[in-house]
């Protein structure tokens, strides 16, 4: 007979009068601290906070639990069939909300052993093996589906605790609550369980008027809608510890999205109240069609990009359609500005994620999105599609009529300045959109996975480019390369072989066109090497090795990297000064004008880089682990964005021990600028930043 296995992890959290409190966890993300209480019949309802370790009901008498030795899988096995087969009794009751104590469904009720509460305080995971089709699959756990929040279970007799644990969407969080031993039925018992918070507010139009019918979400997630007064209601809303507010968005037919972010409460009986007003949006429509003019059902429509004329970015998340059975679809809720919108089935997946009907067989260890608009590409035998300068206009509709084609091909070959085939290089395929960028002063480079967006100017003349990647491929033996299952556009493919120049060129692909003789005739490039050293003379392994030429902005050559001795070489260059940059983590980052092609090897010396230390709490001296940090000299800055800081402490290693200016931002919260920090000075006496609500 086959077998289920149940994997429930708990942890030790303290050591209270009635034994030990323990409390689950998920496989990825611990639960909310803090057991809680299980208020047997007659006794007051105890609301549990986020931050009180909160005593849990108890026997008469406290669980004693015996040392047992470590037995095998089959002993275990036996034992917990041994255990379903014995006497068994009933236990019932509720589970409601601590916030509130109203009923809580959605949570399951599962019965602990006294080996399984041995086998936590031990603290590793418990494994349990639950016969298929054994009543102890249903006996000793069961999900609360009713409004009501009540439950009903047999439980072996000597069942020491029932866990209730709550799955998503947010971090799971579970709690334990001691069952008194006994032969006798249980019921009635009333479990206060902290599921989270609540947020409720209203929504409103520009002017103030309420809005009915507001999409409304936290964080993403926990989607309602607004009433007919425009109110709303979010429960159990729980958020990682540590986190300091929630963002509350919200969007309607006509109007764009309104956003509001709320203090995440340190007791779950605050209700976090919020306003939303929602600005006058524009929308998309259009029919998708194939080329012979018929309807494509169940194709979307995506705004992933926008273009300003400072620089350019992401589009917000969830702006997108799907197209019914007569090709048409409607974005509604689009803020006025100008988008690249990207159509096609599995269009914006690559970009903002999503979801999608089908069944396909993927590799976990690449981007999934990807993956999938390749094989519906595939399967669909349509291509994907960009249309740039898309105007959205406040009150008004813009129109987008989309006839998807064929993918197309780009391919050739590679070779040297002898005619001999280059096997191994590498050959990359970029997507490129350019715009004015006229009121940009300076350059700025936003960079991400496959997607870079540079922007350069001044005294209003400017540009930025955008370039995603498409592919990359390595050239066989015979020095072909192919990319196939193309949108049309423009591209760029860029060409690297060991020790040769690299080459780049731009083309445009039209819909559905084959290019099958995009050649390149690579020639030999010179070389710069090194070996790069501690101020001890020790050898720095691990260091990444850039260079660019001096009238340019980004560097490349981002895979080389020093070895156990410190060396280095970069080949393939052209001639002409260049600029080298060295850097690692924990080493002031080094920059070194060379001329490629001059005998001998550099010598280089990385010194050790300084830091600036510090922690972030809120009002109450709660940690804070979600926040952006930044230290700011006159011309240059470090800056960490979204990082995830356990216990609230940061450490941003920098180039010189020089006074410098410190800032952290969190969502929600007042912003905090600290000048002239002294980075040494932080490894003594660290900052200590609150963060106060805005």
């Known amino acids: 007979m086959s077998a289920k296995q149940l994997v429930i992890a708990l942890v030790v959290v303290g050591l209270l009068v009635a034994g030990v409190a323990l409390l689950l966890l998920p496989e990825d993300e611990a639960a909310t601290p803090g057991a809680a209480t299980a208020a047997q019949p007659g006794e007051p309802d105890a609301l549990p906070t986020f931050n009180a370790e909160i005593n849990r009901q108890a026997p008469a008498e406290p669980i004693e639990v015996p040392a047992s030795p470590i037995e095998s899988p089959e002993r275990a096995r036996a034992r917990a069939a041994r255990r379903d087969s014995g006497p068994h009794r009933t236990v019932s009751g509720v589970v409601v909300r601590a916030s509130d104590g109203t009923p809580l469904d959605g949570v399951a009720v599962v019965a602990m052993s006294r080996e399984a509460v041995q086998a936590a305080s031990d603290g590793g995971p418990l494994e349990l093996e639950l016969p298929e089709g054994s009543p102890l699959e249903i006996a000793r756990m069961t999900k609360i589906d009713n409004a009501e929040g009540r439950f009903e279970l047999s ?264 005619g001999v085939a280059v096997a191994d290089a590498k050959v990359v395929l970029d997507r490129i959109e350019r715009w004015p960028a006229n009121d940009i002063s300076g350059s700025t480079v936003t960079s991400s996975r496959g997607l870079t967006i540079t922007s350069k100017g001044g005294d209003g003349t400017g540009e930025t480019e955008l370039a995603q990647l498409e592919g990359e491929v390595r050239t066989d033996a015979k020095g072909e390369y192919r990319f196939d299952k193309l949108m049309d556009g423009s591209k760029r493919l860029a060409v690297a072989g060991a020790g040769l120049v690299p080459q780049s060129l731009e083309l445009n692909l039209k819909p559905a066109e084959s290019l099958e003789h995009v050649d390149f005739v690579l020639s030999a490039g010179l070389s710069v090497s090194g070996r790069v050293r501690d101020p001890q003379g020790s050898p720095i392994e691990g260091a990444d090795v850039e260079i660019k030429a001096i009238d340019e902005s980004t560097f490349t050559g981002g895979e080389i990297v020093t070895d156990a001795d410190g060396r280095f070489e970069l080949t393939g260059l052209p001639p002409g000064p260049k600029q080298l940059l060295l850097f690692k983590t924990g080493y002031a980052s080094v920059w070194k004008h060379v001329e490629p092609g001059q005998a001998g090897d550099l010598e280089l010396t990385m010194n050790f880089a300084p830091k600036v230390i510090g922690f972030v709490t809120d009002v109450v001296g709660a940690p804070i682990t979600n926040f952006d940090v930044s230290v700011s000299y006159k011309v240059s800055s470090w800056t960490n964005s979204g990082g995830n800081y356990p216990d609230g402490r940061f450490e941003m290693p920098i180039d010189s021990d020089t006074p410098c200016q410190v800032t952290v931002r969190a969502a929600g919260l007042r912003t905090v600028v600290m000048e002239d920090v002294l980075p040494s000075r932080t490894a003594i006496d660290p900052l200590r930043i609150q963060l106060l609500p805005e």
């Open 155 to 418: 439980v072996p007799v000597d069942t020491a605790a029932l866990a209730v644990t709550k799955e998503g969407p947010w971090p799971s969080r579970s709690q334990l609550y001691d069952l008194a031993s006994g032969t006798d039925d249980v019921a009635d018992l009333r479990f206060v369980f902290d599921s989270g918070f609540t947020v409720s507010g209203v929504v409103l139009d520009e002017g103030g008027s309420r809005l009915a019918g507001g999409r409304v979400e936290v964080n993403g997630l926990g989607e309602t809608e607004s009433d007919q007064i425009g109110e709303f209601t979010i429960k159990d809303v729980a958020p990682q510890k540590g986190v300091a507010s929630v963002r509350v968005s919200a969007r309607a037919p006509g109007h764009a999205r309104g956003i509001a972010d709320g203090l995440v409460p340190h007791d779950s009986s605050e209700v976090v109240r919020v306003e939303l007003r929602l600005p006058v949006g524009g929308a998309i429509a259009g029919r998708i069609t194939d080329t012979r003019g018929e309807p494509l059902a169940d194709a979307q429509a995506c705004l992933v990009f926008v273009m300003t004329s400072e620089h350019g970015s992401m589009a917000p998340g969830g702006l997108r359609a799907t197209s019914d059975a007569h090709g048409e679809y409607l974005i509604d809720s689009v803020p006025p500005d100008r988008y690249i919108v990207e159509v096609g089935y599995g269009a914006g997946l690559a970009q903002q994620g999503g979801t999608f009907d089908g069944s396909f067989e993927l590799d976990p260890g690449q981007p999934l999105g990807e993956q999938v608009v390749r094989k519906l590409v595939e399967s669909k035998g349509l291509a994907l599609r960009w249309f740039r300068d898309v105007a959205v206009v406040a009150g008004r509709t813009t129109r987008l009529d989309v006839t998807l084609y064929p993918p197309g091909v780009v391919a050739g070959r590679v070779i040297d300045d002898r």
